[in-house]
Structures are given as C-alpha cells and as structure tokens.
C-alpha cells in the first residue's frame, strides 16, 4: 500500500471521521461520506437543526465551510470569548453557554467576594474560575491553530436549487442521506452497548 503523506495537495481529510484519501476519491473509504455533498455543507443549516435539538448528520470540523469566516471566529473569541461568543456564532449553543455561566459566576463572585470570603475559603471561591479561564485559553489556542470545530449540516435547501442535479438524484441523495444516519446511528447504539457491556463486567470483576 501506498503510503499518503500530509502535506500533499491531492490528499483531502474527511471532515467526518479524519481519514485521508486522494482528493479523486468518491467517498471517503473509512465513513463513505460522499466528497461532493460538503460543497453544500452549511452552519447555518446545522445551527438551525441544532437549535431543535436534532444532531442528525451534523459532522464536527475545522474545514470550515463558505458560510463560517476564521477571522471571525477569531474575533469573537477574543472579544466575546469569555461569554462564549465563538462558541455562539458557529453553533456550539451547550460550550456557549457553559461560558456564559462561568462569565456570571465570576461576576457574582466579584460582587459578593466580601460576603463569600467570610463564609467559605478564597481557593475554593476562585478555583471553577480557574478552570473557566483555562478553558477559554484553550478554545482560543485551537481556534488560532485552525483546531476549532464547527458543526455542518449537507444543506438540502441549497442541494435542491442546485441545477445540475436532476430530481432522481436529488431524491437519491436524500435517500441515502436518511441511510447514512440509521447505519451511523446504529455503529453508534451497539459501540454504547458495547461500552457498557465492559463496564459492566468491570464492576463485576471489581465487587468480585
Ligand atoms: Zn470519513
């Protein structure tokens, strides 16, 4: 077998599940991820979806798609970054929040730090901001290394107006789309059960 180096320009990364192929590759040969679909990947679909609370065929990446500016993101998680702006502007609403938490517990432990410190001990007041400052340090270290993910959603808005496809296909594509996610769905179940299933005995061995 031949062996794929890193830096050539014919090889692509599926966004799916990292695999690298020859960019005349069809589909990916570890997820089947169809290459030609990610020309209509969209965060906007995908937030869309997300805020529905439906992760069907969302795909996590850092190959960003037409609709997602870097230097944005880079903005936000400068600027807005300790309320988890970056994480708001591409779709990743539980890290967003989670940000925005932590930007009001730091607030509030600012305000009341006087009362607080005569109830409870100062390391114990500041160490969740300790790691809440950590954590941002870290999103912005991987959104400056082109390591940041952003959800993406095959749009089927901007599939269908495309004209070059013809109804068959579209109707095909979808199809497949729809069988895509039950198998992924499934690989998924059984990996859980799977995980599961050796914890179980874990514990079992253990109590043993
Ligand atoms: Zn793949």
New binding site residues.
């Given amino acids: 077998m031949k062996k794929i180096r890193l830096k050539d320009p014919n090889i692509i990364k599926?966004p799916?599940?990292g695999?690298k192929s020859y960019k005349t590759t069809e589909r990916?040969p570890?997820?089947d991820?169809i290459f030609s679909r990610l020309q209509f990947a969209s965060n906007k679909a995908a937030k869309r979806q997300l805020l529905s609370f439906n992760k069907d065929f969302i795909i996590n990446t850092n190959q960003l798609p037409s609709d997602v500016k870097r230097w944005k993101i880079m903005l936000y998680s400068i600027l807005l970054g300790l309320i988890g702006g970056h994480y708001y502007y591409v779709g990743k609403y539980t890290k967003g929040i989670l940000m925005t938490l932590g930007f009001a517990y730091l607030v509030v432990c600012t305000i009341l730090n006087p009362i607080l410190a005569g109830v409870m001990e100062q390391y114990l007041l500041y160490f969740p901001i300790g790691i809440y400052g950590i954590a941002w340090l870290i999103s912005i270290v991987y959104v400056f290394t082109k390591k940041f993910k952003v959800p993406i959603l095959i749009d089927m808005d901007k599939l269908e107006e495309d004209k070059n496809l013809k109804k068959a296909e579209f109707d095909r594509t979808k199809e497949e789309l729809v069988e895509e996610n039950k198998i992924l769905k499934q690989e998924k179940d059984s990996k859980q059960k799977q995980n599961k299933k050796i914890s179980k005995e874990k514990t079992k061995k253990e109590t043993k």
Avoid: H, I, S
């Fill in positions: 599926c799916r599940c695999q990916c570890e997820c991820l």
